[in-house]
Protein backbone atom coordinates (compact mmCIF):
# COMPACT_ATOMS: atom_id res chain seq x y z
CA UNK A 1 0.00 0.00 0.00
CA UNK A 2 2.90 1.96 0.51
CA UNK A 3 4.10 2.01 -2.98
CA UNK A 4 0.88 2.86 -4.22
CA UNK A 5 0.41 6.11 -1.94
CA UNK A 6 3.54 7.66 -1.31
CA UNK A 7 5.79 9.32 -4.14
CA UNK A 8 8.73 11.47 -3.97
CA UNK A 9 8.87 13.70 -0.81
CA UNK A 10 5.78 12.30 0.70
CA UNK A 11 3.41 13.22 -2.77
CA UNK A 12 1.12 10.45 -4.23
CA UNK A 13 3.18 7.78 -6.50
CA UNK A 14 -0.05 7.40 -8.47
CA UNK A 15 0.06 10.90 -9.81
CA UNK A 16 3.51 11.45 -10.02
CA UNK A 17 3.32 7.89 -12.45
CA UNK A 18 0.13 9.44 -14.19
CA UNK A 19 2.62 12.68 -14.91
CA UNK A 20 5.84 10.55 -15.77
CA UNK A 21 3.49 8.97 -18.68
CA UNK A 22 2.16 12.09 -19.53
CA UNK A 23 5.73 14.08 -20.42
CA UNK A 24 7.09 10.99 -21.60
CA UNK A 25 4.63 11.25 -24.73
CA UNK A 26 4.23 14.93 -24.49
CA UNK A 27 8.50 14.98 -24.91
CA UNK A 28 8.80 12.37 -26.97
CA UNK A 29 10.38 12.90 -30.93
CA UNK A 30 7.01 10.76 -32.13
CA UNK A 31 4.56 9.02 -30.87
CA UNK A 32 5.26 5.79 -28.20
CA UNK A 33 4.34 2.39 -27.88
CA UNK A 34 3.29 0.95 -24.18
CA UNK A 35 6.61 -1.18 -24.76
CA UNK A 36 8.52 2.11 -24.69
CA UNK A 37 6.66 4.32 -22.29
CA UNK A 38 7.42 1.43 -19.72
CA UNK A 39 11.15 1.06 -20.77
CA UNK A 40 11.69 4.71 -20.18
CA UNK A 41 9.52 5.02 -16.44
CA UNK A 42 11.11 1.69 -15.42
CA UNK A 43 7.18 0.07 -15.00
CA UNK A 44 5.73 -2.75 -15.83
CA UNK A 45 3.47 -2.81 -19.25
CA UNK A 46 0.60 -3.75 -17.38
CA UNK A 47 0.78 -0.98 -14.87
CA UNK A 48 1.62 1.73 -17.40
CA UNK A 49 -1.28 0.94 -20.02
CA UNK A 50 -3.81 1.46 -16.84
CA UNK A 51 -2.36 4.78 -16.61
CA UNK A 52 -2.42 5.15 -20.74
CA UNK A 53 -6.16 4.47 -20.35
CA UNK A 54 -6.94 6.81 -17.78
CA UNK A 55 -5.49 9.30 -20.05
CA UNK A 56 -7.12 7.95 -23.25
CA UNK A 57 -10.39 8.47 -21.41
CA UNK A 58 -9.96 11.89 -19.92
CA UNK A 59 -8.69 13.25 -23.30
CA UNK A 60 -4.91 13.92 -22.38
CA UNK A 61 -3.72 11.55 -24.98
CA UNK A 62 -4.70 9.60 -28.27
CA UNK A 63 -3.70 6.36 -29.68
CA UNK A 64 -3.54 5.49 -33.24
CA UNK A 65 -5.34 2.52 -34.40
CA UNK A 66 -3.20 1.71 -37.05
CA UNK A 67 0.14 1.64 -34.78
CA UNK A 68 -1.26 1.73 -31.20
CA UNK A 69 0.87 4.38 -30.27
CA UNK A 70 0.43 7.65 -28.22
CA UNK A 71 0.11 10.88 -28.54
CA UNK A 72 -1.46 14.15 -26.80
CA UNK A 73 -4.45 14.37 -26.87
CA UNK A 74 -7.37 17.42 -26.98
CA UNK A 75 -7.51 18.28 -23.04
CA UNK A 76 -3.38 19.25 -23.16
CA UNK A 77 -4.14 21.45 -25.94
CA UNK A 78 -6.97 22.84 -24.01
CA UNK A 79 -5.10 23.45 -21.08
CA UNK A 80 -2.17 25.26 -22.66
CA UNK A 81 -4.29 27.73 -24.08
CA UNK A 82 -5.98 28.44 -20.63
CA UNK A 83 -2.10 28.97 -19.23
CA UNK A 84 -1.74 32.72 -18.77
CA UNK A 85 -0.28 34.81 -21.09
CA UNK A 86 3.50 35.64 -20.77
CA UNK A 87 4.78 32.54 -18.54
CA UNK A 88 6.42 31.07 -22.12
CA UNK A 89 9.82 31.71 -20.29
CA UNK A 90 11.59 30.18 -23.77
CA UNK A 91 9.75 32.06 -26.29
CA UNK A 92 10.48 35.19 -24.08
CA UNK A 93 13.88 35.02 -24.43
CA UNK A 94 14.32 33.14 -27.84
CA UNK A 95 16.37 36.33 -29.00
CA UNK A 96 18.89 36.13 -26.50
CA UNK A 97 18.97 32.25 -26.70
CA UNK A 98 20.32 32.83 -30.43
CA UNK A 99 22.66 35.78 -30.23
CA UNK A 100 24.48 33.50 -27.88
CA UNK A 101 24.89 30.57 -30.00
CA UNK A 102 25.84 32.61 -32.62
CA UNK A 103 28.80 34.38 -30.30
CA UNK A 104 29.95 31.19 -28.84
CA UNK A 105 29.20 28.39 -31.17
CA UNK A 106 28.09 26.38 -28.15
CA UNK A 107 24.83 24.72 -27.18
CA UNK A 108 22.36 27.28 -25.55
CA UNK A 109 20.11 26.32 -23.01
CA UNK A 110 17.59 27.79 -20.97
CA UNK A 111 16.03 26.25 -17.32
CA UNK A 112 13.46 26.91 -14.85
CA UNK A 113 13.83 25.31 -11.23
CA UNK A 114 12.14 22.31 -9.83
CA UNK A 115 12.25 20.55 -6.41
CA UNK A 116 14.55 18.01 -7.84
CA UNK A 117 16.83 20.70 -10.40
CA UNK A 118 16.63 22.18 -13.56
CA UNK A 119 14.07 21.69 -16.02
CA UNK A 120 15.12 22.17 -19.60
CA UNK A 121 12.67 24.17 -21.49
CA UNK A 122 14.13 24.69 -24.99
CA UNK A 123 17.61 24.53 -26.50
CA UNK A 124 19.64 25.78 -29.67
CA UNK A 125 21.70 23.32 -30.89
CA UNK A 126 26.07 24.74 -31.79
CA UNK A 127 27.17 25.73 -34.82
CA UNK A 128 30.42 23.78 -34.24
CA UNK A 129 31.14 20.34 -36.31
CA UNK A 130 30.99 18.05 -32.99
CA UNK A 131 28.20 19.33 -30.94
CA UNK A 132 26.83 18.31 -27.14
CA UNK A 133 23.98 19.58 -25.71
CA UNK A 134 21.18 18.40 -23.74
CA UNK A 135 17.38 17.26 -24.32
CA UNK A 136 14.24 19.49 -23.74
CA UNK A 137 12.18 17.69 -21.15
CA UNK A 138 15.73 16.61 -19.33
CA UNK A 139 16.03 17.58 -15.24
CA UNK A 140 19.08 18.39 -14.15
CA UNK A 141 20.28 17.40 -11.10
CA UNK A 142 20.69 20.21 -8.53
CA UNK A 143 24.27 19.65 -6.91
CA UNK A 144 25.93 18.11 -10.21
CA UNK A 145 24.70 21.02 -12.86
CA UNK A 146 25.75 24.75 -13.68
CA UNK A 147 22.06 25.40 -14.32
CA UNK A 148 21.11 23.49 -10.92
CA UNK A 149 24.00 25.26 -9.06
CA UNK A 150 22.28 28.95 -10.23
CA UNK A 151 19.38 28.00 -8.86
CA UNK A 152 20.52 26.96 -5.34
CA UNK A 153 22.66 30.27 -5.21
CA UNK A 154 19.93 32.74 -6.46
CA UNK A 155 16.45 31.24 -5.55
CA UNK A 156 14.67 30.83 -2.07
CA UNK A 157 17.35 29.38 0.67
CA UNK A 158 14.91 26.58 0.97
CA UNK A 159 15.98 24.78 -1.81
CA UNK A 160 20.04 24.58 -0.65
CA UNK A 161 18.55 23.77 2.80
CA UNK A 162 16.41 20.67 1.38
CA UNK A 163 19.19 19.30 -0.72
CA UNK A 164 21.87 19.26 1.83
CA UNK A 165 19.27 17.20 4.06
CA UNK A 166 19.25 15.04 1.43
CA UNK A 167 21.60 12.21 0.11
CA UNK A 168 23.31 13.59 -3.47
CA UNK A 169 24.47 10.88 -5.88
CA UNK A 170 27.93 10.56 -7.33
CA UNK A 171 27.25 11.08 -11.04
CA UNK A 172 31.09 11.28 -11.77
CA UNK A 173 34.41 11.31 -9.37
CA UNK A 174 34.15 14.86 -9.75
CA UNK A 175 30.37 15.61 -8.42
CA UNK A 176 30.40 17.56 -5.50
CA UNK A 177 28.39 15.35 -2.62
CA UNK A 178 29.82 16.63 0.78
CA UNK A 179 27.62 19.24 2.12
CA UNK A 180 30.30 21.65 3.42
CA UNK A 181 31.48 21.88 0.15
CA UNK A 182 28.79 21.97 -1.98
CA UNK A 183 27.94 24.79 0.31
CA UNK A 184 31.36 26.57 -0.18
CA UNK A 185 30.56 26.02 -4.15
CA UNK A 186 26.90 27.35 -4.07
CA UNK A 187 28.51 30.53 -2.02
CA UNK A 188 30.61 31.24 -4.51
CA UNK A 189 28.88 30.90 -7.70
CA UNK A 190 26.59 33.45 -5.74
CA UNK A 191 29.58 35.92 -5.18
CA UNK A 192 30.82 35.36 -8.98
CA UNK A 193 27.62 35.69 -10.90
CA UNK A 194 27.49 32.41 -12.45
CA UNK A 195 28.16 28.65 -12.12
CA UNK A 196 30.17 25.88 -13.61
CA UNK A 197 30.02 22.22 -13.39
CA UNK A 198 33.07 20.62 -15.15
CA UNK A 199 32.79 16.96 -15.59
CA UNK A 200 30.24 16.49 -12.58
CA UNK A 201 27.29 15.89 -14.22
CA UNK A 202 28.85 13.82 -17.09
CA UNK A 203 32.43 13.33 -18.17
CA UNK A 204 33.90 15.15 -20.04
CA UNK A 205 31.00 17.92 -20.40
CA UNK A 206 30.62 21.41 -18.87
CA UNK A 207 28.52 23.78 -19.01
CA UNK A 208 28.63 28.24 -17.97
CA UNK A 209 25.08 29.39 -16.79
CA UNK A 210 24.15 32.36 -15.50
CA UNK A 211 20.32 33.37 -13.55
CA UNK A 212 17.24 35.02 -15.15
CA UNK A 213 15.26 37.07 -12.99
CA UNK A 214 11.63 38.36 -12.86
CA UNK A 215 10.29 41.70 -13.11
CA UNK A 216 10.50 41.95 -9.42
CA UNK A 217 13.98 40.64 -9.52
CA UNK A 218 13.29 37.08 -8.18
CA UNK A 219 14.76 33.60 -10.18
CA UNK A 220 12.85 32.81 -13.04
CA UNK A 221 15.32 30.40 -14.32
CA UNK A 222 18.65 30.03 -16.11
CA UNK A 223 20.74 30.36 -18.96
CA UNK A 224 23.74 28.09 -20.19
CA UNK A 225 26.27 27.21 -22.52
CA UNK A 226 26.80 23.55 -22.81
CA UNK A 227 29.83 21.89 -24.71
CA UNK A 228 32.78 19.78 -24.23
CA UNK A 229 35.70 20.66 -20.97
CA UNK A 230 37.86 20.95 -24.25
CA UNK A 231 35.42 24.25 -25.33
CA UNK A 232 34.12 25.13 -21.87
CA UNK A 233 37.29 24.38 -19.73
CA UNK A 234 37.20 24.50 -15.92
CA UNK A 235 38.40 27.94 -15.80
CA UNK A 236 36.33 29.44 -18.48
CA UNK A 237 38.00 31.54 -20.59
CA UNK A 238 36.93 35.76 -20.70
CA UNK A 239 34.78 35.44 -23.59
CA UNK A 240 32.83 32.81 -22.53
CA UNK A 241 32.02 34.44 -19.26
CA UNK A 242 31.01 37.37 -20.95
CA UNK A 243 28.57 35.89 -23.44
CA UNK A 244 27.14 33.94 -20.46
CA UNK A 245 26.77 37.37 -18.25
CA UNK A 246 25.22 38.96 -21.31
CA UNK A 247 23.35 36.90 -21.78
CA UNK A 248 21.91 36.15 -18.18
CA UNK A 249 21.56 40.02 -18.14
CA UNK A 250 19.58 40.65 -21.57
CA UNK A 251 17.30 37.42 -20.70
CA UNK A 252 16.30 38.87 -17.81
CA UNK A 253 15.66 42.36 -19.32
CA UNK A 254 12.93 40.43 -21.72
CA UNK A 255 11.27 38.77 -19.19
CA UNK A 256 11.14 41.80 -17.27
CA UNK A 257 9.64 43.43 -20.13
CA UNK A 258 7.04 40.57 -20.86
Known amino acids: ?70 QLGPKVALLGRLAPAGTDLAAIVQPALREARDASGLSVVISTPTPFGAFVLATLPGTNAIDIGVRVGSSLPAHASAQGKVHL ?35 RVRAQGYATAPEEALLGVNALAAPVRDGQGRLAGSVALVGSIQHITREPEEKLLRIVRDLGQRATRLVAAS
Do not use: W
Open 1 to 70: MADETKGRQGGVQAADTVLGVLEAVALAEEPLGVTQIATRLGLAKGATFRHLRTLLDRGYLLQDPATSRF
Open 153 to 187: AFGPPAALERLLAEPRPHLTPHTITDARALSTEIA
